[in-house]
């Protein structure tokens, strides 16, 4: 009871006129009929959908409704027999053809054809570009042997999906062809031809494609850049180099190297068939080549990189094949380092040697430059900031200018330190090594006598040399050359230069053994517009009561050259360390908003800010002899904080089950005198939560939760005031909590099954319930190890040779009984 159930009464209207011979009155009679059939059957169905009825109701309705389509269907045959029907269905035709002439299957079907060929195009560009290229899924730490898996998965999908598309189509199109009549075949035969070409290039070009995915070797399917850790040396640290993008190598530089064991026994190993492991040696490129301790999986030195280049590094795998006994050499690519820059390190005499410990350049004294130009060309840099410290001291010597020069006057190994703002946060340094010289060792001292003269003293640090001949070279530093000459038998001479410049002296000096020398000055900048005023800044407040010093270089106090206050009253202390060049005369100053702040010594300046408004700080330096200054401006911005908060965590952080915290937010204060603190809310991190209460200070236990193995802990705290601020803090740390042992226990860690293979790195930890006076390990192979407190807890071992190896671990303490265990590990 569809379509036509619907349209009868309108198709006898249409077809009237065209039927005049039929009997009218039997057809309105049916007519009729079939209209109470129609509402009959909506009125049960609609019942039918109702939520109530049950199902012996629903039986007996769909029992009725059948009935009806019954009686409806011969009512049709009725309409048959009076020629109405056939009228009917040709109008019913025409409705439905134009209803659906909007949606044509053909262009559907055409259309549903383009994307499935640009989807095969689309995926057969991925695949060819992952044979060409099959490291790629490696590089997102998928293994190699599973990454050989993937490709070989992807060609029996790829290709089968060809074959049986062309195969199903072939099939369709030879159908057709053979049983469609009167109608051209042209299109047939074209699709037949063309399917049957993709049905044949499935077969060819996927064996082909197997055969070539079977013999990708591991090589090709291994990520060199996890063969390594590459770690570059910085000030106080070093760095994972693949892992921190923003890092940019910058020779002179210093790289150590450590083996991904894991990898190497893996992937690397396994390839190499049944051998005896003999040594694992890294070329780095530069001429060095280190050795890897079996150890601790880490190359026994370090490679020193000179210039500006690529460096690919490459892994040299000794070993001796079992079967034949041969001693055999493999080579794999392990990683190319990138210098991107470099920093030149160069003297007068251009002596300066690079060796792979360090740069030596000469003996002392030795006057060195150091050039940083490159760098900001080869990273773009615009901002030309840097911070220079050349001697070792964590002072800088010299700041915003890309050239350099320093004097070593002691002959050792000085360590430079070079920071880039503008670049990224990180130290840079590398060493320099002054040597020892055979003859008298000077110093030269320039004391200003008035304007432009100066005395010129040669001092010898060996009193008791003996000096012949002096000859005193005054040096233009700009241009590189000599302006004038003057022989002397004295050590020192006086001297006036003839105008505003930067100069150098240089003495040479003959001794009575006939030896040789000459010693160099700093450079002296006579008239220069500009000092270099070096100062720290200190502050108090009622938070803090005693003054700190404010990192200028790494802190939230100092953010692009503004310092923000976030407390009042808060007193700066301004200590001028340095100025240079220092000329005697100079006059030291501070200004707080164009006024000046009183000093008792002309170094140190104390200034009180109690007002909520901005100021500027001036720190000036003035040389009114020669009529130069220069000064340097801080701009101090206050940015109170609505609440002011400490939260002291005692004793530590760390501890074993039980572990009970104190939590002090004593000194906590609220910025704004009628306003103050109401209560506290405490959430400790492990489901217990205190609300609204005014103590200040509390202790709370953590526990270990041995259910859910949950041993760290993140509280926080809520501060509410009168005047409805809130501020939500939290302890700045973790709260861990160890779980509490009673006895010793020996784990390990990578080998839980207690089976490894030979060369196998074993992670071994120990479970001990109190801080031990001494721990003494017997690996069972005749290596020891003894170690005090916990500096062995976790260790590891490599066991080369086959055999069942009975770990032992001696335990001593303070107050306590020894204790002992001892584990089995078999290698195999």
Known sequence: MADPFFSTWNVWQTNNSANKDVNKAKIEAILADQKKLEDEFLKLNNYLKTQW??????????????QLDFQYKQNISSLKSLWVWQSSVKTSNTSTTKSWSKI????????????????????????YYLMGNPNQLSSVWITPQTAKTLLQTFVVIFFWFLFLLGFALVIVNAYRLITVKNKSKTWYIFWLILWFIVFVFSIAFGSSFMSKVNNISADDLTNPNQLLKVYYNLKDTSVLVWSNPNLRLIAPGIINFGLNASLFDSEILPKLGQITLQNIELDCSNGQKLNIDMKTTN????????????????????????????????????????????????????????????????????????????????????????VWDADWDGNA?????????????????????????????????????????????????????????????????????????????????????????????????????????????????????????????????????????????????????????????????????????????????????????????????????????????????????????????????????????????????????????????????????????????????????????????????????????SQSVVSHTYIYDNEKENWEYFPFLTIKTKKWRELIIGSGTRIIVKKALTNLKINIDSHPAQIAKPWDKVDFSLELSWLPTTVKRDFGNQNFLECKARECIETSKIFDTPGIYNIKVFITFDNKPDLEWNINLKVQ
């Open 53 to 66: 009825i049950t199902n012996e109701q629903k039986i007996e309705v769909q029992k009725k409704m059948q």
């Open 299 to 386: 190359f026994n030195w370090w490679c020193m990189y000179y210039d500006k280049w690529n460096y690919p590094l490459k892994l040299n795998v000794s070993y001796i094949n079992s079967q034949t006994s041969e001693n055999l050499v493999k080579s794999f690519d392990a990683w190319t380092l990138v210098f991107g820059s470099v920093i030149k390190v160069s003297n007068k005499d251009n002596s300066v040697k690079n060796i792979p410990l360090d740069v030596i350049v000469w003996r002392v004294p030795s006057k060195v430059s150091f050039d940083a130009s490159e760098v900001f060309k080869d990273f773009s840099l615009s901002d030309y900031k840097i």
């Open 397 to 693: 010597d010299k700041s915003d200018d890309v050239t350099f020069t320093y004097v070593y006057k002691e002959a050792k190994v000085y360590h430079i330190w070079v920071r880039f703002p503008t670049l990224n946060d990180y130290l840079y340094t590398f060493p320099v090594r002054v040597e020892q010289s055979d003859v008298p060792i000077c110093e030269i001292a320039l004391n200003e006598i008035k304007w432009t003269e100066y005395n010129i003293k040669a001092n010898f640090l060996d009193k008791s040399a003996v000096i012949t001949d002096y000859q005193f070279d005054i040096y233009d530093s700009q241009k590189s050359k000599v302006i004038d000459t003057i022989k002397n038998k004295n050590w020192y001479i006086d001297y006036i230069l003839p105008s505003k410049w930067v100069y150098s002296f240089i003495v040479k000096f003959v001794t009575d053994e006939w030896k040789q020398w000459e010693c160099e000055s700093d450079d002296l900048e006579i008239g220069s517009m500009n000092f270099d005023i070096l100062y720290d800044v200190y502050y108090k407040s009622p938070q803090s009561p005693n003054f700190k010093k404010i990192d200028k270089t790494n802190s939230n106090m100092y953010q692009d050259w503004n310092l923000f206050i976030s407390e009042i009253p808060t007193v700066l202390k301004i200590d001028i360390t340095s100025v240079v060049p220092d000329f005697p005369g100079l006059v030291k100053k501070v200004l707080i908003n164009s006024k000046p702040v009183l000093s008792s010594n002309s170094k140190i300046f104390e200034i009180s800010l109690d007002e909520n408004k901005d100021y500027e700080i001036k720190i000036v330096v003035e040389d009114v002899n020669r009529d130069v200054s220069s000064e340097e401006i801080i701009n101090v911005k206050i940015k109170r904080d609505d609440i002011i908060w400490k939260l002291l965590v005692t004793p530590d952080t760390v501890w074993m089950d039980p572990f009970t915290v104190q939590f002090d937010a004593s000194t906590t204060t609220v910025n704004d005198p009628t306003d103050e603190i109401v209560y506290f809310t405490r959430d400790f991190g492990d489901w217990d939560i205190k609300k609204n209460f």
């Open 104 to 127: 044509s299957i053909k262009q559907f079907l055409i259309w549903c054809g383009i994307l499935l060929f640009l989807l095969i195009w689309w995926l057969a560009a991925i695949f």
